[in-house]
């Protein structure tokens, strides 16, 4: 069982306390501030080190010092990650830019007014993508499963002090309901995003080969697509140099009611991506089992 439990860290005073940075030393100090935060997780997160660690060592076959080096760096990148949310959704987002690379498949689906699903993942920063794609669609065509495991509290003060979007959450229910809204979105010509590399304990899994090694996927998002029959994109948005970000979008082949065949297109997808942009990878459990074993 994967050790993510579907809650992120973080506290509202530390938000509040990193937002006021933000907002009155602008983008470059907190950057700056969070050089020494990310020192503190660092020494006081061993588990999540040893398993980025093993990714770096394991997965990217880099030697045991640049693995060690690119674990402050990957935390420090995710922190960056988090403090360009923070300031895109709080009316910074002038001081970003963004390029796209395949954007006109996005296109081709929304022109076609049939539905269609997007596949994304937990490296860079693809939540805060619909801030820029707002300038280029009606975004309430585009709905995002989430399981919202913020705490409460965090999530109401955020929604204070952002900019109100128009972009739909479809919130993952015990009860499934959710199930019936994404098929609503579908239905009525819209885009459904599922994040497909974490999966919830206790929900069920497909295994597939990612980066050298069997590793355990969410099987709702291939499941579903698959049987749908609907056009697949996988799409990421990754975080460049100087305040820009690359959107990616490309199109997934494979037959109907293949759910394997689906997932396996997912991880060579990923692992291209991950080959630009190593640090990008924010899955800071277990994700392989490599450490379980030990």
Do not use: C
């Amino acid at each position: 069982m994967a050790e993510w439990e579907g809650k992120s860290r973080g506290t509202l005073l530390g938000y509040k306390i990193y937002i006021f940075f933000l907002r009155n030393f602008g983008i470059g100090t907190s950057y700056l501030v969070l050089r020494f935060v990310i020192f503190y997780y660092v020494l006081f997160s061993p588990r999540s080190n040893k398993d980025t660690y093993y990714y770096f060592r394991k997965r990217h076959q880099l030697s045991r010092y640049k693995s060690v080096i690119n674990i402050y760096k990957s935390y420090y990148t995710f922190g960056q990650t988090l403090t360009d949310k923070i300031a895109i959704s709080t009316g910074l987002k002038d001081k970003f830019t963004y390029a796209h690379n395949g954007i006109e498949h996005i296109d081709n689906l929304l022109q076609k007014n049939q539905g269609g699903i997007l596949i994304s993942g937990h490296i860079g920063n693809f939540e805060i993508s619909h801030y820029f794609l707002e300038d280029r669609y009606s975004i309430s065509k585009i709905s995002m499963v989430t399981t919202m495991a913020e705490h409460a509290n965090i999530q109401e003060y955020m929604e204070r002090i952002s900019m109100k979007s128009h972009l739909k959450f479809i919130v993952v229910q015990e009860d499934m309901s959710h199930i019936f809204e994404i098929h609503k979105a579908i239905d009525e010509g819209g885009l459904v995003v599922f994040t497909g590399d974490r999966y919830m304990p206790g929900s069920k899994v497909l295994n597939e080969i990612f980066l050298g090694k069997a590793a355990s996927f969410p099987a709702g998002p291939y499941v579903l697509a698959s049987r749908l029959k609907m056009p697949v994109l996988f799409v990421y948005f990754m975080k460049g140099k100087n305040r820009k970000y690359d959107l990616y979008a490309t199109t997934a082949e494979f037959k109907a009611r293949d759910a394997q065949g689906l997932l396996k297109e997912y991880t060579n997808s990923m692992e291209e991506i991950l080959k630009k942009y190593p640090l990008q990878w924010f899955n800071y459990y277990d994700f392989w089992k490599d450490r379980a074993k030990q």
